[in-house]
Structure formats: structure tokens, C-alpha cells
């Protein structure tokens, strides 16, 4: 994984209680046009890509790379987690250097409200801990987008700051496995 580090990509299925986190199939074409086409998932990606452009643009295997995770559930792809260094022309950073593991998520309209981000988003990064032990994962989501914020906290995640950023608040969390010691 030569963005995030040493490790081998992709990594062995992680399966949780409902879900299996994997590296991208072929099988996974479809849900990958239908998520970056969702009006509803636009609203919080600067808006829907046309159908068209994706039927052409997308690949075979979509999301082949590394940091990129499909969340299955009963064999079909609901959702996608990417894993990646956070650009540091960005606003948010806790190293000095820049260049932390950033946390994203996108789940199908009709897998919202179930606990599958919760979940899925604890598996991976309970991966990435052991992957890469010590190093701190962010997270930057919109103040106004409420189940976000809340995912946020049920992760973990602990605020740094907040900045305006693509004509919105932003929210700009920090994620350890380190326990601090007394």
C-alpha cells in the first residue's frame, strides 16, 4: 500500500457481524456507477456524476487500489470506506508534516439508517490499527450533515477543529488506537 505504508493490498476479507469488508470485484461495477449517480449521495459529494459519463468512465474493476474497501452485505456491494493520506494543501491536520490517514465513507441510499457505516467503518479501522499501529486516522465532514457528526463520535473520533471549506462548515476529527496513559 504505498500511499499509506507497507502493507499488502488488498487484505484478507474482513467480516464483521453483518458485513464483509473486501478489496473491489468486477461484480461491484454496477453499485459503484449507481453510488457516485445517487442525487442523494450527491448532496453530500458536491453532486451527482450523469449516469452516462460514469457507464463510460467507470472501469471493469472499479476502486482497485489500495486504501479502498467494498462493504458487502449478502454478497452485494452497499457501500465503499477509502483510506487515504489527507492532501496537505487541505485545511485539518494534526502531524506537522501533514499526510495523515483520512477516513471516507459513501453507503447507498437504501443501506442508510441501518448501523452498517458504524460497523463497517470500526472494521476498518480497527484494520488499519493493526496495519499501521499508532498512526492517527481524520475525519472531515460537514457540521450541517447531522448523521455524519454522530458517526464521528460513535467512532471514536475526537474534534481538532472546525474551518469553512467547499462553502461550508467543516468538522475535523482525529481517530487513535493509542490509549494515552495517565
Do not use: N
Not at 476498518?124 to 463520535?153: I, N, S, Y
Not at 474534534?159 to 496513559?181: D, K, N
Amino acid at each position: 500500500m504505498t500511499e499509506l505504508g507497507p502493507v499488502a493490498w488488498p487484505p484478507a476479507p474482513i467480516r464483521t457481524e453483518r458485513l464483509v469488508v473486501r478489496g473491489s470485484e468486477a461484480r461491484d461495477r454496477a453499485a459503484f456507477i449507481e453510488l457516485f449517480a445517487s442525487p442523494e449521495v450527491g448532496t453530500f459529494i458536491g453532486g451527482p456524476r450523469p449516469r452516462d459519463e460514469l457507464e463510460r468512465a467507470v472501469p471493469e474493476v472499479p476502486g482497485r487500489r489500495p486504501g479502498l474497501f467494498v462493504i458487502d452485505l449478502d454478497g452485494a456491494m452497499i457501500g465503499m470506506i477509502t483510506l487515504d493520506r489527507r492532501d496537505a494543501e487541505r485545511p485539518g491536520h494534526v502531524r506537522p508534516d501533514a499526510g495523515e490517514a483520512e477516513l471516507g465513507y459513501m453507503f447507498l441510499p437504501e443501506a442508510w439508517g441501518c448501523g452498517y457505516a458504524a460497523e463497517a467503518c470500526a472494521a476498518a479501522l480497527d484494520w488499519f490499527a493493526d496495519a499501521l499501529p499508532g498512526e492517527p486516522v481524520v475525519l472531515c465532514t460537514r457540521t450541517a450533515d447531522d448523521r455524519a457528526m454522530r458517526l464521528a463520535a460513535k467512532l471514536g473520533f475526537t474534534e481538532v477543529e472546525r474551518f469553512e471549506e467547499y462553502g461550508a462548515e467543516q468538522w475535523f476529527g482525529v481517530w487513535s488506537s493509542v490509549t494515552p496513559s495517565d
